[in-house]
Every structure is written in C-alpha cells, then in structure tokens.
C-alpha cells in the first residue's frame, strides 16, 4: 500500500513537472483599485489610433526561421471592420481580407496555402493590434514592476491584456490568452507624430504568434486617418 | 493538451505552408524583377507587331544592350491601390554588372537591399540605422529566378515566353507586354509592361498591372552605363550602402 502511495506521488509529480514544462499557465489578473486613472488609461488604450484610419506597413514575416518581408495595407473602419491587403516587396497580391466586424471573407490567398493561419491566425493578430473594444468587462492591473495594464475580459476564458509604459500613456507590450494560454504577445516601440493624428503612433510592433508559430515585425510607413470606405468595404 | 503536442499538430500545416510559399514567390520573383529591366502607367498602346517584327525587335534590343557591361540607374516606385487615397511612392537605385552581379535597393520610403553575386542571393534591411541581412526564404528559386533576370538584362525573353505570352506594340517607344499563361499568376497581375525607348532600347517604365484600379509603376532615370561599380556593392555580407540611403 505504501508503495503504492508512493509510486502515486512521484507519477503526479511528474505529471504536474511536465505539464508546468509544457507551458505557464498565465493566471486572469486581478483589478487593483486604480478607479481614478481608469478613464486616462482606457482613453489611452482606445486613442491608440483613430476611430478610422489607412495604413501602409512593411512587414517580416518569420516562419520556422525563414524571413519573408511584404508591404501591407490596412484600412480599418468605425465600426470594427476592415480590410487587410499584403503585396509581396515588388508587387503582386499574396493576402487580402475583409472583417464586417462579425465574419471574414477572405478575398484572395495562394492556392495551397491553409485558411486557419490567416483565418485564426492573422486576423485576430490584426484584431488586438488595432482594435480595442473595451466595456464593462475592462479594468485596470498593476504589476509587480508598477506597470499599468488594461485587461479586456473576452470570454470566460479568454482574455486581452494591455501593458503601459510606466508614467506614459503609451502601450509598451501587450498579449492575449486562452484558457491559461498565452497565444500571442506584441511589443510596441519607436512612438512617432503622423500628420492628423493628435497622438504619437507606434512605427514598429512586434508580434509573436504562439498558436501558429510565426513572428510578424511590423514598420509602419505610413498612415492617414480616413478611408476611402467604398473601396476598402465594398460590401458596405 | 501540452505544448509539444499541440506543435506537433501544427507543425505540418506550416510545413505544407513553406512549400507554397516557396511556389508563390517564385511567381512573385518574376513579377517583381522584370521591374529591373525596365519602367509608366500604361502609355499609349501602338501597332502590335507581328511574330517575326517581335522576334527582330527583341534581336535588335540584345543587340544594343550587349556592350553594357554594367549599369546604375536610379528608379520611382509608385505603388496605385484603390483601397489608400495616395500611392505609396519609393524611391530607389539599382545595379548591374556583367556577368551576374545585380542590386536592387530601395532607399525611401523604407531602406531594403536585394542582391545577387554568382548565383548567391542576399537580402538586408536595417534596424535601428543598421544594416541587417534576412534569413531569406525561398533562396533556391531566388537563385534561379534571379539568373533569368540577368537574361532579360541582356534582353533575352527566350525562356519568358514559357510563363508569358509576350506582346509588343509600337508607337513613339515600344511596349513589350507579358501577359501571365498561368491562371494562378492571372490572379495576381494581369500584365507587366515594360516601355522601351526606341532609339537606345533601354527600358525606361515598367508597369505592373494588378487589375483595373490597382498598379505598380516604375519609373527610371539617370541611367549610367559602363561605370566601375565596386565590387563590394555586391557584397552579400556586408555591402556598400550608397548615397540616400545611410553609411555603411
């Protein structure tokens, strides 16, 4: 019996050292009573960008340690649509889709190429970019580095987190998990002034992807804050 | 269900994916280079010429490019997409030396450098103002690709005609047109258009046509022919970063 007992401990043991190998569980932060900056960090968050805007971004893609730059279009609407074209560096079409705020259509994509990474995996890459939709399911978290975050509670198991730099209304980092899981970290940097825009933008991101396993590097070259919506949108 | 199988579920769907990508941007090499040879939205269109006016014409252009042992010519890429109010412009300069020694390099509105040095390819791109060389994909098609661009430099379209249908009109310039066979290029460009000044053979513009709204343009100036270029511009680890586009 007390074999037994014993030969249980050390396989539960073992057990719980592998699965904590395999991947941290990243815990649902807690709120701290930040009621008062709340709003300035909320606002922040959601004034990244204007409500609508273009952008034109180079981007590196990273695929099991193969680098492949493209140039990037982006057209994102008021109403958490928007359109996302890739040109390869010199021309020609490689992606191009269309999110009505509930459903993509993916306009073109090479034959061959899988759906799932740009369906699961870009656009939602897209989505916590450049899209923030916070509500009453939003607080704020300080870390043990006294950084503020905004977390974006999705689902019962998912959750967006937003990491400011400390003292700056800028976004430092930022990730989302699923179900303990982290799927997807970015890291924002070079703030820069564009014309229009009332706030410094960041030039570059990095974006690691966990679930589909690639990295995008992310330059902004150039943005306005208007779209051309009927041809960006052209269900609309 | 753990990391490691949760990798090893995803990992053939990528496999699967390089294997496409590697196909999709060999048609895009191909696409994208025959901008080197050339450079303007769609001039006017002219005759076309027949099959044997062609076959002379394309004989006349080797003929006059052949004492060009090397080449520096400075380039505007417009880039036309219906979806942006602007067209996003770069401006660049690119190289040539015979026999097998090419450099493309965009130096506004981002900083790129592609080159190819005897059937080598490198590709760099700076971060934080240094020069930083990709861990390029899909280097083996590059390499083939690029080795028929320096056909067309020489202005020999034998082998293009197994992946277009070339067409060639002529009014004030010529316009020789490659129109993609494959219904999967098809997709991607419907034409690529290149303007070829009539009295030097030298192309000036490239077009690269989208679909009706959505373009690219290129547009050369400044060429220089028969100049020694250093061979270090072609250096595939460490180039010589030109004027316009930051030290070395």
Redesign the interface.
């Known amino acids: 019996m007390t074999n037994k007992l014993v030969v249980i401990i050390f396989l539960t043991t073992l057990l719980i050292n ?2 904590s190998c ?2 941290n569980q990243y815990i649902l932060p807690q709120p701290a009573s930040l009621q008062a900056e709340k709003h300035t960090y909320i606002h922040a968050l959601q004034n990244t960008y204007p409500k609508e805007f ?1 952008a ?1 971004q ?1 981007i ?1 893609l ?8 493209f ?1 990037g ?1 982006l ?1 994102m609407s008021r109403n958490n649509a928007f ?1 996302a ?1 890739v ?8 992606i191009d889709l269309y999110y009505n705020g509930e459903k993509l259509e993916l306009i ?1 994509k ?5 759906d ?2 740009i369906s699961n995996g870009v656009t939602y890459d897209i989505k916590h970019l450049f899209e923030f939709i916070a509500g009453n399911n939003t607080y704020l978290v300080r870390n043990e580095k006294k950084e503020i975050s905004v977390v974006i509670i999705i689902s019962d198991n998912k959750f967006e987190e937003y990491i400011f730099q400390d003292n700056k209304k800028e976004m430092a980092s930022s990730r989302s998990v699923h179900n303990g899981r982290i799927i997807r970290e970015a890291w924002y940097q070079n703030y820069a002034n564009f014309e229009g825009f009332d706030y410094p933008v960041p030039q570059k991101i990095f974006i690691k992807n966990y ?4 990295e995008l590097e992310i ?1 902004l ?2 943005i ?1 804050p ?1 779209v ?1 919506t009927h ?2 949108f052209p269900t609309e | 269900m753990g990391e490691s199988a949760f990798r090893l579920r995803i990992k053939p769907i990528w496999l699967g994916l390089k294997m496409k990508l590697n196909q999709f941007f060999f048609l895009l090499l191909i696409i994208g280079f025959l901008s080197i040879q050339s450079s303007a939205q769609s001039s006017q269109q002219g005759k076309e010429l027949t099959s044997d006016e062609g076959d002379l014409f394309i004989q006349q252009m080797a003929e006059a490019l052949k004492t060009r042992e090397s080449m520096q010519v400075n380039f505007v890429q417009e880039r036309h997409f219906s979806v942006f109010l602007e067209p996003l412009i770069s401006k660049g300069i690119c190289f040539f030396r015979e026999p097998d020694k090419l450099r493309w390099e965009i130096y506004e509105s981002y900083k790129s450098i592609l080159i190819y040095n005897n059937r080598s390819v490198a590709k760099f791109d700076f971060e934080q103002g240094r020069l930083r060389k990709l861990k390029l994909g899909s280097v083996d098609i590059m390499r083939e690709i690029l080795n028929q661009i320096i056909s067309w430099m020489k202005g020999d379209f034998r082998n293009s005609s197994q992946i277009y249908e070339i067409k060639i009109y002529k009014n004030k310039d010529y316009q020789l047109r490659l129109i993609p066979k494959s219904k999967e290029l098809l997709k991607s460009i419907k034409y690529i258009e290149l303007n070829i000044n009539a009295q030097t053979k030298h192309v000036t513009t490239v077009l690269i046509k989208e679909t009706e709204t959505d373009f690219i343009q290129i547009k050369f100036s400044n060429e220089k022919d028969n100049l020694e270029l250093a061979e270090e511009l072609f250096d595939l680890k460490n180039p010589l970063i030109v004027s316009g586009s930051g030290g070395r």
């Open positions: 592998f699965t395999s991947f273009t034109i180079r590196v990273q695929i099991r340690n193969k680098q492949y730059d140039l279009y057209a359109r074209t040109f390869s560096d010199m021309g020609g079409k490689f073109h090479p034959t061959g190429i899988p799932k990474p679930q589909w396993h690639y330059e070259l150039k306005v208007e051309k041809n960006a």
